[in-house]
């Protein structure tokens, strides 16, 4: 299926060929042809085979081909050849092993984070139906705010982390508060696998912001496994999940809409025997629409000082946290939700 410029490709039988300029996706059902010069990626949301053809057609034209894993996990991302030039690159690896250098971006991702955070739960605040969950939100929101000023003082990686995690775990309880009127019960953050619809659908949106964040970063030309706040490790994209926790609350407030609003509901899901929920089919196809209606809106910048639409946010941000390893910019400005 395509929506605006993404392909998403779900079908497990599906083949992707390239023929005379256009992806050629044969499922069961028939065969669809996709003109290469109308998108600009191309997602796997299944076990789905692309031919080298049809691999190297998208890298020349700088399309990024991204696999995710049934709980959002990228499987693995192919763009374009890596942009920018080396000396870039050199400038972020000395970033990622100093110690002083890297903890203070560190810091600024972790302190935008939960700013945007606390936006959230105040946001909800408002939204409460009665004065005691009212009274729950605000109290949360404050802790956090105790949480973002002990942040400049943090000591190491490892303390930091804690001081991360200790404020995630409060604003999920926040979030749980929110959803008590939805029908879906959330109590925790459980990743691997999720255990209920909410956690699924926001490990599922997760992983498409991730996919996005990697071809933002290849394309300004900083290596997306070499991260700050989440420490390089084989295999994973610690650079792409660093900058995605900037705009993980703004993912919650998307993700949390569509359960509150009913758009989403426990028929969209399927659990296993294991007790792991996945999006079942028709649940990806309403997240997959809405999320590229979500890409089109504009959220307010304010180092840019305008609007931005959100599709784009991803680019900006890698943009910035370059200008800054290249000494243009004092320090790294993340993004904060408003």
Not at 110 to 136: E, F, G, I, P
Not at 165 to 185: E, M, P, Q, T
Not at 276 to 299: F, I, M, P, Q
Request: with cysteine.
């Amino acid at each position: 299926m395509r929506y605006l410029n993404t392909v998403y490709v779900r079908d497990h039988t599906a083949r992707i060929g390239h023929r005379r300029g256009s992806l050629m996706v044969k499922q069961e059902t028939g065969t669809t042809r996709i003109p290469l010069a109308s998108i600009d990626a191309v997602v796997l949301l299944g076990s789905g085979q692309v031919s080298t053809e049809a691999l190297a057609a998208c890298v020349k034209r700088n399309i990024r081909v991204a696999s995710l894993r049934r709980n959002g996990a990228i499987r693995f991302v192919v763009g374009g050849p890596l942009s920018g030039n080396v000396h870039l690159r050199m400038a972020q690896h000395e970033a990622v092993v100093s110690t002083v250098h890297s903890l203070a971006i560190a810091r600024a991702v972790v302190a935008a984070k939960l700013q945007s955070s606390r936006t959230m739960l105040l946001r909800w605040a408002r939204d409460a139906d009665n004065l005691s969950r009212r009274q729950r939100l605000h109290r949360r929101a404050e802790m956090i705010s105790e949480r973002i000023a002990k942040v400049p003082y943090t000591q190491s990686p490892d303390h930091l982390r804690g001081l991360e995690g200790d404020a995630a775990r409060i604003y999920f309880g926040g979030l749980g508060h929110h959803l008590a009127n939805s029908g879906i019960r959330f109590s925790n953050r459980t990743r691997r696998p999720p255990r209920d619809p909410a956690n699924a659908l926001m490990s599922f949106c997760y992983g498409l912001l991730t996919a996005e964040i990697v071809g933002a970063l290849n394309a300004v030309g900083l290596d997306h496994q070499l991260g700050f706040l989440h420490r390089p490790r084989s295999g994973r994209p610690s650079l792409a999940l660093d900058l995605a926790e900037e705009t993980r609350p703004l993912t919650d407030r998307f993700a949390v809409a569509l359960l509150t609003r009913q758009q989403l509901g426990v028929p969209h899901f399927v659990r296993t025997p294991g007790g792991a929920v996945y999006l079942a089919d028709n649940g990806r196809d309403v997240v997959l629409k809405s999320w590229e209606a979500h890409k089109e809106k504009t959220v307010p910048h304010r180092i840019l000082r305008r609007p931005v639409e959100r599709w784009a946010l991803p680019t900006v941000q890698a943009t910035l946290l370059a200008r800054h390893l290249r000494g243009d910019l004092r320090q790294y400005p993340p993004f904060v939700a408003t």
